[in-house]
């Protein structure tokens, strides 16, 4: 298997490194990103990058660098679909690990090659099988033929089955921050630019609301703002009050994410403070709410 190292720091310089820069189409390569300050995102925004047709993932694992802090190790394992000199999709493949990073290196280029080369009259080994393989299934009828395409679409069915299913249970971390101390970082961050901001912001209303849901024993992390807001409010489970609050922060950070407005260092400061504010109720919450 190749393995394709990218050392990738949000707020320093990163590294991107190809152990090999040559791949067959379909073939497996793995992606993997150490991370200093990981910003995650919710599942509403994680679909906003939308699906790759011609980029296939397979496996995503996360484990943490030291038990002390936020710093990640990302693998991210992948193939080409499509044949070619072809730049790696770095911001998408984070993407699908649902996570987010600012100042990415420039993408490595990836050559993919096809079943046939200059010169080839006739297709090589499939990859992963042995030689031979293909000549023999060409000597048999073509009704022959068809236990074996069987065979291999049910395997391929059953391991793309089973990925998803282990990325819907979610990556198994060894250590996960508190949320008020996620955010006291998230603050400390300095941020130099409005993507940075964005990125920022978007961080600050997920933190709020998988604390909102915890507390209250139900994930909606599949949810817009709006849907998450409408359902708190329909099902009574908040107060009015918070409720109110929970609106307000979301709208301001929606103002940030969505339109690109610039806040002040001023209104940056009093979002946070309402975002711990609203950290610590849903932290008590759950306490009383076993």
């Known amino acids: 298997m190749i393995v394709l190292w990218v050392s990738c720091f949000l707020l320093s310089a990163s590294e991107v490194s190809l152990e090999t820069s040559t791949v067959e189409v379909g073939e497996p390569t793995a992606l993997v990103l150490e991370i200093e300050e990981p910003l995650r995102l919710s599942a509403a925004d994680q679909a906003s990058f939308g699906p790759e047709s011609s980029w296939i993932v397979f496996d995503v694992e996360e484990t943490f660098l030291r038990p002390t802090g936020p710093a990640k190790r990302v693998r991210i394992e992948f193939a080409s679909t499509s044949p070619g000199e072809r730049e790696v999709p770095l911001e998408w493949l984070l993407s699908t690990a649902g996570l987010a990073a600012r100042d990415l290196?420039?993408?490595?280029?990836?050559?993919?090659?096809?079943?046939?080369?200059?010169?080839?009259?006739?297709?090589?080994?499939?990859?992963?099988?042995?030689?031979?393989?293909?000549?023999?299934?060409?000597?048999?009828?073509?009704?022959?033929?068809?236990?074996?395409?069987?065979?291999?679409?049910?395997?391929?069915?059953?391991?793309?089955?089973?990925?998803?299913?282990?990325?819907?249970?979610?990556?198994?971390?060894?250590?996960?921050?508190?949320?008020?101390?996620?955010?006291?970082?998230?603050?400390?961050?300095?941020?130099?630019?409005?993507?940075?901001?964005?990125?920022?912001?978007?961080?600050?209303?997920?933190?709020?609301?998988?604390?909102?849901?915890?507390?209250?024993?139900?994930?909606?992390?599949?949810?817009?703002?709006?849907?998450?807001?409408?359902?708190?409010?329909?099902?009574?489970?908040?107060?009015?009050?918070?409720?109110?609050?929970?609106?307000?922060?979301?709208?301001?950070?929606?103002?940030?994410?969505?339109?690109?407005?610039?806040?002040?260092a001023w209104a940056t400061e009093e979002v946070f403070a309402q975002a711990d504010k609203l950290l610590l109720r849903a932290e008590a919450d759950g306490r009383s709410n076993p």
């Open 105 to 264: 290196p420039q993408s490595p280029v990836l050559t993919v090659v096809g079943l046939l080369e200059e010169g080839e009259d006739e297709a090589r080994p499939l990859h992963g099988f042995p030689a031979g393989f293909s000549d023999a299934a060409g000597e048999e009828t073509g009704a022959a033929r068809w236990p074996w395409a069987l065979a291999i679409v049910i395997l391929l069915s059953a391991g793309f089955w089973w990925l998803w299913r282990r990325r819907a249970r979610g990556v198994e971390e060894t250590y996960k921050p508190a949320p008020r101390e996620s955010l006291t970082r998230l603050q400390a961050q300095p941020v130099e630019d409005l993507e940075a901001e964005r990125l920022r912001h978007f961080e600050l209303s997920r933190l709020v609301r998988e604390a909102t849901d915890a507390s209250l024993g139900t994930d909606r992390s599949g949810l817009t703002d709006e849907e998450w807001l409408s359902t708190l409010e329909t099902g009574h489970q908040l107060g009015v009050n918070e409720h109110a609050e929970l609106s307000r922060l979301l709208e301001r950070c929606a103002a940030v994410k969505y339109a690109g407005k610039k806040p002040t």
